[in-house]
């Protein structure tokens, strides 16, 4: 390890357990020198998320609701009371009701469409903004995404629609924040085995039709995602904004599966 992120922290916001992308992230940041801060949802949550931090020697945790400004107003003035300035910030947060992720879009309802929309998309932009005051001297900021947001995906849905809205989202922040030095990027891994890639119906399937038919013929692994966070958490990511950067073994270059598989 190079101590690429020493010196650096950041709160990392949407780790469920130890198999989450987040936690990846997580995990490769520290390993790097990063300390870190780790946001949660209710006590459930927190209970899975305390050991994880303890692992990588944190001990800052806060319970967050994304939908509240209240209670984001709590988080960032706990991380400006303990660390006055901060330097990166993950956003690994989505949800949909697990009832329209199989199925047809059409059926999608307006309260989850709304719902959806406000978790996986515009809590990023409500995040970006209190992080970005606390970045005076620029900083990194990413998300997550997936390719359903620009190809249709089976029973990928209503989310779907909401990561296309994040990515163009990214896009709008980076022109904002770029004068403050502030990069904001979006990561798209491909299928995964996580807590939330296993509400999508069909999932066991599309993972196992990517790894066949990726030209690297496999899905991505954790650690190859949180290389790609450090990356662009780091100095190295200096003059990266406004990307998606997709870790998914090129299954996006494909037109048509592998000849074997048709």
Known sequence: MADLMKGKRGLVMGVANER???????????????ELAFSYQGEAFGKRVEPLAASVGSDFLVDVDVTNDESLDACF??????????????????????????????????????????????????VSRRAAEMMPEGGSLITLTFQGSNRVTPNYNVMGVAKAALESATRYLANDLGPQKIRVNAISPGPMKTLAGAAIGGARATYRHTEQNAPLRSNATLEAVGGTAVWLCSDYGAFTTGEVVRVDGGFHVLGMPQADNL
Do not use: P
Not at 28 to 34: Q, R, V
């Open 20 to 34: 989450s992308i987040a936690w990846g992230i997580a995990k490769a940041l520290a390993d790097e020198g990063a």
């Open 77 to 126: 003035g706990a991380l400006k009371d303990r660390w006055g300035t901060m330097d990166f910030l993950v956003h690994a947060i989505a949800f949909s009701d697990k009832n329209e992720l199989t199925g047809r879009f059409i059926n999608t309802s307006r309260g989850n469409f709304k719902h959806s929309l406000d978790i996986s998309c515009f809590s990023f932009i409500d």
